[in-house]
């Protein structure tokens, strides 16, 4: 059901706060019974959006303020002072609604390192169970991957562009193992992405997990609503204050709160709430719940930057640039669900070390069959291709060192708060990056790509030496987009865990976090599926808990 709740029936058993990746998961797994009682709180509004549904539309969403918070951080110090632009989900579905739909997991050392920080229960033995429970894999269920869960899994051997076969094959050439599917036995390789696509449709969390269960009288989805605070009563959290259609509500949860806003909006409503560093929220006139340290601490993302190329040959700049082509791949959608459209423009991967003296691949890699250097900041360049045939080739890190934070700047719930994610602040990272661009080079200049290339257009064959390339990296570098760790879990909130091991938020009661804001550490690779997970696993541990 998706209706407004009123002053006589103003409860839930769990309230939900976000309707993103996460909290589609819990809507769909605690209302199952038919009975518990579920209202999921989403600022955003509807997912029915040629943008959502149609895969390559991200590219629409990117920038759309119907469907985006359209964050921009503070200038990155090292990265020649510039605002990175932030977008993050505000549409049912989250950020799973306008994402590029790389299906990745990440590595099993990532979450036995959970497990090994004081988390028990997050080992990789632990979560393949909700990893598999989770997905309907299109090439069939095997002893890592599932079949016939609500998440789509697609492969796209059989409809990616010729040019992506060419740069798997150069990547062997270049001395990379071929890989078929990066979430089985091991991550290293190149190859070809799986995407979270059915029927040639985008299969998000609301796609997979929510839009059936709105059917059960006993949840309620209620969008457009801004959530202000979380309510406690001493240090019990009881319910929400949230705002829609400029009238201000409120709603009790008589078992839990449960904040799944992601890894920006949930510190900044725990903050918001009372719950952060006791002087910060002091200074802003905020009245302190409970002092946490951790709150927005630990922010962690992924970094990367692509080597452009001007082809020899058609790729998709000359089908997604002019009119014509676009009307011709258009009308392909329409009556096949097929097409370019139906893709991500990520098609072509991979995961490699960057020394041989690395225990596992610390490097991550993109190909696109279409090239875009010229697009405004903040807008989003899928629609505007290059004029020239060319192709991307991209690299970013799996396990940044540095580290930065994230903190409301005043009481106001509407005002964004202040992003510092202090990229290349650990100079190792610098460094390791600087390392993944002879591997995007030796697979550009590797057969049979290297047939298919005429030039490198940026940073060009000037930029050689590697000082010219970290200055190349601090020059054009930015986020991939996978935020998170700002609520991290662990066992000791005095070194800045905020949630336990079951997710419950330290120091107070009622009141649990579920989303990217948990992580410990960032995973190895894209952020949805391991989000997705934690879904999973949290609505275990809920259920569990209350029998």
Same mark, same amino acid.
């Given at each position: 059901m998706n209706e407004e709740v009123t002053p006589n029936d103003a409860q839930a058993d769990y309230v939900i706060i976000g309707a993103g990746s996460a909290g589609c998961v819990l809507a769909d797994r605690l209302s199952a019974d038919g009975k518990t009682r579920v209202v999921v709180l989403e600022a955003g509004g509807s997912d029915f959006n040629f943008w959502v549904r149609?895969?390559?539309?991200?590219? %629409?969403? *990117?920038?759309?303020?119907?469907? &985006?918070?359209?964050?921009?951080?503070?200038?990155e110090t090292e990265l020649d002072q510039r605002r990175i632009y932030w977008p993050r989900g505000r549409v049912i579905g989250g950020s799973s609604s306008i994402n590029a739909m790389v299906f990745i997991r990440g590595q099993a050392e990532d979450y036995d390192g959970w497990h090994a920080m004081g988390n028990p229960g997050w080992a990789y033995q632990d979560v393949l169970p909700h990893f598999k429970r989770m997905e309907d894999n299109l090439a069939g #269920?095997?002893?890592?991957? %599932?079949?016939?869960?609500?998440?789509?899994?697609?492969p796209i051997d059989r409809s990616a562009h010729p040019l992506s076969r060419d740069y798997v094959a150069a990547g062997m050439a270049a001395g990379l193992p071929n890989n078929a599917d990066f979430n089985g036995e091991t991550q290293e390789g190149v190859g070809l992405y799986q995407i979270t696509?059915?029927?040639?449709?985008?299969?998000?969390?609301?796609?997979?997990?929510?839009?059936?269960?709105?059917?059960? =009288? &006993?949840?309620?989805?209620?969008?457009?609503?801004? /959530?202000t605070r979380i309510l406690f009563s001493g240090r019990q959290a009881y319910g929400v204050e949230f705002q829609r259609g400029g009238a201000l509500q409120r709603i009790a949860a008589t078992r839990e709160v449960i904040l799944s806003a992601g890894a920006v909006n949930s510190p900044q409503i725990l903050q918001l709430s009372g719950i952060g560093k006791a002087e910060h929220l002091? #200074?802003?006139?905020?009245? @302190?719940?409970?002092?946490?340290?951790? @709150?927005? $601490?630990?922010? $962690?993302?992924?970094?990367?930057?692509?080597?452009?190329?001007?082809?020899?040959?058609?790729?998709?700049? =000359? /089908?997604?640039?002019?009119w014509l082509g676009r009307a011709m791949v258009g009308l392909r959608y329409v009556l096949t669900r097929g097409g370019p459209l139906s893709l991500s423009v990520n098609q072509g991967g991979g995961f490699f070390k960057s020394s041989p003296e690395r225990d596992r691949p610390n490097l991550q890699l993109y190909f696109s069959p279409v090239s875009y250097t010229r697009a405004m900041p903040g807008k989003r360049k899928?629609?505007?291709?290059?004029? *020239?045939?060319?192709?991307?080739? %991209?690299?970013?890190?799996?396990?940044?060192?540095?580290?930065?934070?994230? $903190?409301? +700047?005043?009481?106001?719930? *509407?005002? #964004?708060?202040?992003?510092?994610?202090?990229?290349?602040?650990?100079?190792?990272?610098?460094?390791?990056?600087?390392?993944?661009?002879?591997?995007?080079?030796?697979?550009?200049?590797?057969?049979?790509?290297? +047939?298919?290339?005429?030039?490198?257009?940026?940073? %060009?064959?000037? /930029?050689?030496?590697?000082e010219a390339i970290r200055d190349d990296i601090r020059q054009r570098a930015g986020t991939v987009f996978h935020a998170c760790g700002t609520c991290m879990m662990g066992p000791d909130p005095a070194v800045g865990a905020v949630v336990d091991a079951r997710l419950n938020v330290h120091g107070v009661a009622g009141l649990r976090v579920v989303d990217a804001s948990v992580f410990p550490r960032i995973t190895s690779g894209n952020l949805n599926a391991p989000t997705i997970m934690v879904g999973e696993k949290a609505a275990e541990m809920i259920q569990e808990d209350w029998g």
């Open positions: 149609m895969p390559i539309g991200y590219g %629409g969403a *990117f920038h759309h303020p119907k469907l &985006n918070w359209r964050y921009t951080t503070e200038p #269920a095997d002893t890592w991957r %599932g079949a016939g869960g609500p998440i789509s899994v697609s696509t059915r029927n040639g449709f985008r299969c998000s969390a609301a796609t997979g997990y929510l839009n059936k269960a709105r059917r059960r =009288e &006993n949840l309620r989805v209620i969008t457009g609503a801004h /959530v002091k #200074a802003l006139g905020i009245d @302190v719940v409970h002092n946490a340290l951790g @709150v927005g $601490q630990n922010l $962690q993302d992924h970094i990367g930057y692509d080597y452009i190329y001007e082809a020899t040959c058609p790729t998709l700049n =000359e /089908v997604l640039r002019p899928l629609l505007a291709p290059d004029k *020239f045939p060319g192709l991307l080739i %991209g690299v970013s890190n799996c396990h940044p060192k540095s580290r930065g934070y994230l $903190q409301i +700047q005043s009481a106001d719930p *509407f005002g #964004a708060p202040e992003i510092r994610p202090r990229y290349l602040s650990a100079p190792e990272d610098l460094d390791e990056l600087a390392e993944g661009g002879s591997m995007l080079r030796r697979i550009a200049g590797s057969p049979p790509l290297a +047939q298919s290339i005429k030039r490198e257009v940026l940073p %060009g064959a000037d /930029v050689s030496d590697m």
